[in-house]
């Protein structure tokens, strides 16, 4: 059994699980608590709106399993709100620190700090190609992206895009502010199963 639970409450977890089937990797949507069981080894939590889903995620219940998971060292891969979800510290557009539940810290897991929308309206959706540590150069889709803001200690930072660290990584725990499901380049994911 090696299954990877996509988070399905909300937002691109329909992409992620296209990019699965290319690989040829088992996978399941989490929905609902029961959704998540013994056989999910990994888990993906995609990009969307980080305070619905995070909302969403207490009233189904798997906040809890996925926090458990985390915890426990199992691979997570947060792609753009799924890296907000991670982020040990969250900061709104204009840099100041969140500390209520409703717009983060979430599981507060990766130690990182995330700047929500950091690019702002103009430039909220850019596309381009940038190296990844340890995977090579990849194209890059960012819609509405956060960025990293400051890698702390624990965490290694993987990619960087006009000065922005925009991937890291803590053990098996990893954050993108972009969006890979949406290119057809599968080397990020193929990464993340190897974890
Ligand atoms: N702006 C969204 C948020 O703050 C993230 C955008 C995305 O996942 N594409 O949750």
Redesign the pocket.
């Known amino acids: 059994h090696d299954v990877t639970g996509i988070l399905a409450v909300q937002?691109?977890f329909a992409e992620h699980a296209a990019m699965l089937d290319r690989l040829g990797a088992p996978w399941r949507l989490l929905r609902a608590a029961e959704d998540f069981d013994d056989s999910i080894t990994r888990v993906i939590l995609?990009?969307?709106?980080?305070?619905?889903?995070a909302k969403l995620l207490h009233s189904t219940g798997l906040f809890d399993p996925i926090e458990a998971h985390i915890k426990a060292g199992k691979p997570v891969l947060g792609?753009?709100?799924?890296?907000?979800l991670l982020a040990e510290h969250v900061e709104t557009a204009d840099g100041d620190t969140i500390t209520d539940r409703h717009d983060g810290p979430y599981f507060a897991t990766l130690p990182v700090h995330v700047r929500?929308?950091a690019y702002g309206r103009q430039l909220?959706s850019f596309h381009t190609t940038a190296e990844v540590k340890g995977i090579g150069t990849i194209p890059m889709t960012?819609?509405?992206?956060?960025f990293i803001t400051s890698v702390d200690d624990g965490a290694e930072e993987l990619a960087r895009v006009n000065g922005h660290v925009v991937a890291a990584r803590s053990g098996n725990q990893i954050g993108i502010s972009f969006?890979p499901e949406l290119d057809s380049d599968t080397r990020l994911h193929e990464a993340f199963l190897a974890l």
């Open positions: 937002g691109a995609p990009g969307g709106e980080s305070t619905t889903q792609t753009c709100a799924g890296l907000i929500r929308n909220g960012f819609i509405r992206a956060p969006h």
